[in-house]
């Protein structure tokens, strides 16, 4: 059975970091792309960051570049979100999805599981 379970969300001030990771289960990362997501209060779910299966390759919502980093341990089946310069606006419920795909994706309906979520508060 297929499962993604994120976790590492929390309270944090403006401009602090927090790690986000996203245990796999069920499969072997190996072969899987992985989407970041996430989905403030009132608003729809968007695409954050993304990251192959192949080559590793990686891709960021403007919003993020240059601030987050996403990683892959397939020795630990995990994948993480390394958020840093956090600001109020990257309070959201942030998912992490995957696909049995070399190619990874922002868009939401190329996954096929997604995981529960874990809330992160970026506040003072």
């Known amino acids: 059975q297929v499962q993604l379970v994120e976790s590492g969300g929390g309270l944090v001030q403006p401009g602090g970091s927090l790690r986000l990771s996203c245990a796999a289960s069920?499969?072997?990362?190996?072969?899987?792309?992985i989407g970041w997501f996430r989905q403030a209060p009132g608003k729809e779910r968007e695409g954050v960051s993304c990251?192959?299966?192949?080559?590793?390759?990686?891709y960021y919502a403007d919003s993020v570049k240059g601030r987050f980093t996403i990683s892959r341990d397939n020795a630990k089946n995990t994948v993480y979100l390394q958020m840093n310069s956090l600001k109020p606006e990257d309070t959201a419920v942030y998912y992490c999805?995957?696909?049995?795909?070399?190619?990874?994706?922002?868009?939401?309906?190329?996954?096929?599981?997604w995981g529960q979520g874990t809330q992160v508060t970026v506040s003072s």
């Open positions: 999805a995957t696909v049995a795909s070399t190619i990874a994706t922002m868009e939401q309906d190329w996954y096929d599981y």
């Open positions: 069920g499969f072997t990362l190996d072969y899987y792309a």
């Open positions: 990251i192959s299966s192949s080559d590793g390759s990686t």
